[in-house]
C-alpha cells in the first residue's frame, strides 16, 4: 500500500497523560480519526512491532490513504516508534509531519515548517536522532510557557484548564486545517494557514 504521508502525534502512553498539554499530538490524532470515521475511512493496523497504535486514515482533504501513528513508547524515545515505521513502509523522511507541543508558542497557536531545531522537545530529538536527519515537516501546536519559571515538567505533563483549555482545544481543530492546507498547497500554504489561525 503506497501511502501519501505519515502523521505521528506525539505524546505519553498511559490514561495518567491523557489529556495533558504534552500530549497534543496524540489529540490531533484523535481529532483526525473523529472526523474519518465521520466522513471517511479509519482502518486500525497492527503497530505493534513499531511500537505504536497504528492507523490507516482516509479523508477527501487528504487526497489519499495517510498512515497516523501515536507512539506507545515515552516521548524521549519517540524515534524507536517513527525510525522502523518509516523503514518498513519505505517512506522517506520528507513524508513524515510530525504533530507535537510548542511552549514557544502561546497556547493554541500553530506553526508548520520543514526541518530545523528541536528547541529542546525530546520527542523531536529522539526522531532526529534515529532518522539521522532533522527534514522532516512539524506541526507545532502551542502550549504557552508556565507562568512560574523553572516549572517547565509540570507545566506539560499537567492539563490546561479554563481558557487556556479553550485555546488548545481551538488549536487542535485549526490544526486540521492546516494539514488540508499542506495537502492542498504545500508547505508555504500550511505555514500561512498556521500563522493566521489565531488571528
Known amino acids: ?37 465521520r466522513e471517511g475511512r479509519v482502518q486500525s493496523m497492527n503497530g505493534g512491532k513499531f511500537s505504536c497504535e497504528l492507523l490507516r486514515v482516509e479523508l477527501p482533504e487528504l487526497r489519499g490513504p495517510w498512515l497516523v501513528a501515536k507512539p506507545q513508547t515515552f516521548m524521549n524515545l519517540s524515534g524507536q516508534c517513527v525510525q522502523p515505521l518509516l523503514a518498513w513502509h519505505k517512506l522517506p523522511p520528507d513524508r513524515l509531519v ?20 528541536n ?10 536522532q534515529l532518522l539521522g536527519t532533522p527534514d522532516f515537516y512539524r506541526l507545532r501546536i502551542g502550549i504557552g510557557r508556565p507562568p512560574h519559571k523553572g516549572d517547565v515538567t509540570n507545566w506539560v505533563l499537567g492539563r ?37 489561525s489565531a488571528a
Request: net charge negative; aromatic share 8%; with cysteine.
Open 160 to 196: 490546561p484548564a479554563g481558557d487556556d483549555a479553550a485555546a488548545v482545544a481551538k488549536g487542535i481543530d485549526n490544526a486540521l486545517d492546516v494539514l488540508f492546507a499542506f495537502v492542498a498547497g504545500g508547505l508555504e500554504r500550511a505555514a500561512r494557514n498556521a500563522q493566521q
Open 119 to 128: 528547541a529542546g522537545h525530546n520527542g523531536l530529538k529522539s526522531i532526529s
Open 1 to 37: 500500500m503506497d501511502y501519501s504521508y505519515v502523521l505521528v502525534g506525539l505524546g505519553n502512553p498511559g490514561a495518567q497523560y491523557d489529556g495533558t498539554r504534552h500530549n497534543c499530538g496524540f489529540l490531533l490524532v484523535d481529532a483526525l480519526c473523529r472526523k474519518a470515521e
Open 98 to 117: 510530525v504533530a507535537h507541543d510548542e511552549l514557544d508558542i502561546p497556547a493554541g497557536h500553530l506553526r508548520f515548517k520543514f526541518g530545523g531545531g
